[in-house]
């Protein structure tokens, strides 16, 4: 998947406990996409990242849910106090500068809540 | 109704046929993607578009931005073309919104 890195691949946390996805994202890209794509449905935007900075988090649910792209170092999606209603693929893009570019995907990570 | 919409939501064809999956979306866009996802695995951007038609392989991805209507045809299909296909419209800051995708079988 063209360089963008995500880990882990698989998640497994018990509800209450707190999840952190991570996502490098491919070199020289500057833009960090995150979706998440619930069980039988379809992807949807989270948020996205310039580095140090939030640009579009119209996605987020409003509570438990963060993400960070920090100047050194990958994406951070985390979410606090996970639900069984969390369980689902997160997928995290990137792209370059510049409008539109093409976003290139990561693996994602499958995060199952028990 | 969504802003993007897929047709057909499953299709299953026998091997060599001629594939085509259609998209319409009711939003200004800047370009659209089409983008490939097998079971269980990660997502690959197939093309990104905004205007006229490109060509990789046997895939052919068309767009008529008058129309607000995109196409992905796939020829001589096999059986390893097998997949979800998902047509994702550009909005403002690149924000991708997702059509709901296409189950693609291909039969032996």
């Known amino acids: 998947n063209a360089g963008v890195m995500q880990n882990p691949r698989h998640l497994v946390r018990r509800r209450g406990q707190e999840a952190r996805l991570r996502c490098s994202p491919m070199k020289g890209h500057s833009h960090v996409y995150w979706y998440r794509q619930l069980p039988e449905e379809g992807l949807k935007f989270m948020v996205y990242l310039q580095k140090e900075n939030i640009i579009d988090e119209s996605g987020m649910p409003k509570e438990r849910f963060s993400a960070e792209f920090p100047k050194e170092g990958p994406s951070i999606l985390r979410i606090q106090q996970v639900v069984r209603g969390d369980s689902a693929a997160y997928f995290c893009?990137?792209?370059?500068?510049?409008?539109?570019?093409?976003?290139?995907f990561g693996d994602g990570t499958r995060l199952s809540i028990l | 109704k969504n802003e993007v919409e897929q047709s057909p939501q499953n299709l299953t064809a026998q091997e060599g046929e001629f594939i085509t999956i259609n998209c319409s979306y009711s939003v200004g866009i800047s370009a659209l993607h089409w983008l490939q996802q097998h079971p269980g695995g990660g997502i690959v951007s197939l093309f990104m578009?905004?205007?006229g038609k490109k060509k990789h392989g046997r895939l052919i991805a068309t767009i008529n931005i008058q129309e607000k209507h995109s196409s992905l045809h796939i020829t001589a299909s096999h059986p390893r073309d097998s997949a979800v296909y998902i047509c994702?419209?550009?909005?403002?800051?690149?924000?991708?919104?997702f059509g709901q995708g296409t189950r693609l079988t291909i039969n032996p």
């Open positions: 893009a990137s792209a370059s500068q510049g409008s539109p570019q093409p976003q290139h």
């Open positions: 578009l905004s205007s």
């Open positions: 994702a419209v550009i909005q403002g800051a690149q924000k991708l919104v």
